[in-house]
């Protein structure tokens, strides 16, 4: 690649509706912010299916589907990378996954972690521009069982699904309250039947002799009580093959990874997301851009490439999708004959709990890369808010933050980052990644 080349990421965007881009000069600043780029990315958390599909009974938290009439509304905004592997890919069944495929297709945009088998969902989409070629990989770490996709074989078709990296979890606790596990285990039956389900072949041991599975859960003595998540190790390999195959075939690659899965706190990355994210670069990745939690993560550079373990919310209108099924309304304990809307007002309290009341879900940052001649040069972040006191109709949409918030967003951001050593400058209303 030679010449300069420009690429905008945003977070999630869950939209149900119209944005209004258009209504004040704050906004219009983020439509030109998204438009000056060769590629401008945001990961498409919700299903724009028309409501076609079966709803499934294990969603992503809320069925989040919409009118296909959203993906116009975000390319009108610039975008043209799509990632869509996320925890809401099956929320109406394969039926809603391959109507969301059939209009993703039919719009003609350029969107990646789904497909109608392994294979499909595994691999990069590409974008061609004057100024470069891009290539898309689209992963998800959050998920029910049986939504990833599974591979074809030459007698059976593959399952339609989502790409998906899964993850082992061990939890270390005392030797103590193992063997407290393993005689409540004995004493209530679970573990005879276990055993049952072994000797019929139905089953298999950990292959860690050390683990005691509890139920789906897998415990182990140690001396030190904690919580141990690692990548599974065939899915790495599988995603880093592709990643190799987009190094080959464009100039800038990027991996989108949808995680939920937390450290210590929700701001903190889950130990095996920095492993994923350094290992695709080390294979060829540019960059790696991080969602799912709804709230900003801190940025690593790790050897000179950018990772950003989560961008939040970008469109947050989880409380103005249009229907709902039946499981929403006895999930959440609301009269099946009363409306949609109750629906959210009832799920946050009138606001006083959930996503609503936290000014963390409603900030985030847009950051602008630039690379010149293959080289990456800047990182510019663009702080923007979803306005979190506006009315729930109006809240959600993005806006360009300004004076103390601004600052105030950066600010949070750059405490965050700097675990990773990474040093964020702020000048007024705008901030940069220091590189190198």
């Known amino acids: 690649m030679s010449g300069t080349a420009t690429l905008i990421l945003t977070g999630d965007s869950m939209i149900t509706r119209g944005i209004a881009m258009n209504e004040n000069d704050d906004a219009r600043a983020l439509a030109a912010h998204i438009g000056s780029g060769d590629a401008a990315l945001t990961n498409l958390e919700v299903l724009p299916n028309d409501f076609k599909g079966y709803p499934a009974q294990e969603c992503g938290g809320t069925h989040m589907a919409a009118s296909s009439s959203v993906v116009d509304t975000l390319t009108g905004l610039g975008f ?16 809603g996954l391959l109507a969301t495929i059939d209009v993703l297709n039919e719009k003609g945009v350029v969107w990646a972690g789904l497909g109608r088998n392994m294979a499909e969902a595994r691999m990069p989409a590409y974008l061609d521009t004057d100024r ?17 996709a599974s591979e074809q074989r030459p007698d059976m078709p593959g399952r339609p699904g989502l790409n998906p990296l899964r993850v082992s979890t061990t939890y270390d606790i005392s030797a103590e309250h193992l063997e407290a596990l393993r005689e409540i285990a004995e004493a209530i039956g679970i573990e005879q039947r276990r055993r049952e389900i072994i000797a019929l072949g139905f089953g298999h041991p950990p292959a860690d002799e ?25 899915d790495m390999d599988a995603i880093a093959q592709w990643v190799r ?4 075939r464009s100039d800038i690659v990027v991996v989108s990874l949808h995680a939920h899965e937390q ?22 990745a540019d960059v790696i851009v991080g969602h799912g939690p709804h709230l900003l993560r801190g940025i690593e550079v790790y050897n000179g490439k950018p990772i950003f373990y989560s961008l939040g919310n970008f469109i947050a209108q ?3 999708v249009h229907k709902f099924p039946s499981d929403a309304y006895e999930r959440f304990r609301v009269d099946p004959t009363t409306t949609p809307g109750e629906i959210a007002r009832t799920r946050s309290d ?9 000014v963390r879900y409603w900030e985030t940052v847009s950051p602008r890369l630039t690379w010149q001649d293959g080289t990456l040069t800047s990182i510019e972040l663009a702080p923007v808010t979803l306005h979190q006191t506006d009315p729930v109709y109006r809240r959600g949409r993005p806006r360009l933050a300004r004076h103390d918030e601004a600052r105030s967003i950066l600010t949070r951001l750059a405490d965050l980052s700097a675990p ?17």
């Open 318 to 320: 989880n409380d103005l």
């Open 350 to 358: 009138d606001g006083k709990r959930g996503f609503p009341s936290d």
């Open 132 to 148: 470069a070629s891009f290539a898309l990989i689209s992963v998800c770490s959050s998920f029910a069982k049986g939504q990833q």
């Open 420 to 436: 990773f050593g990474t040093t964020i400058e702020i000048d007024g209303e705008m901030g940069r990644v220091k590189l190198g």
């Open 80 to 95: 043209n990378l799509f990632p869509a592997a996320t925890n809401h890919a099956l929320d109406y069944s394969i039926e």
């Open 210 to 234: 050390s683990i005691f599975p509890f139920f789906d859960l897998s415990f182990r003595a140690a001396e030190t009580a904690g919580v141990q998540v690692t990548p599974n190790a065939g």
């Open 263 to 284: 450290g210590e706190t929700k701001e903190d990355p889950s130990d095996f997301i920095p492993v994923f994210a350094r290992r695709m670069i080390d294979e060829g």
């Open 245 to 248: 195959e987009a190094r080959g």
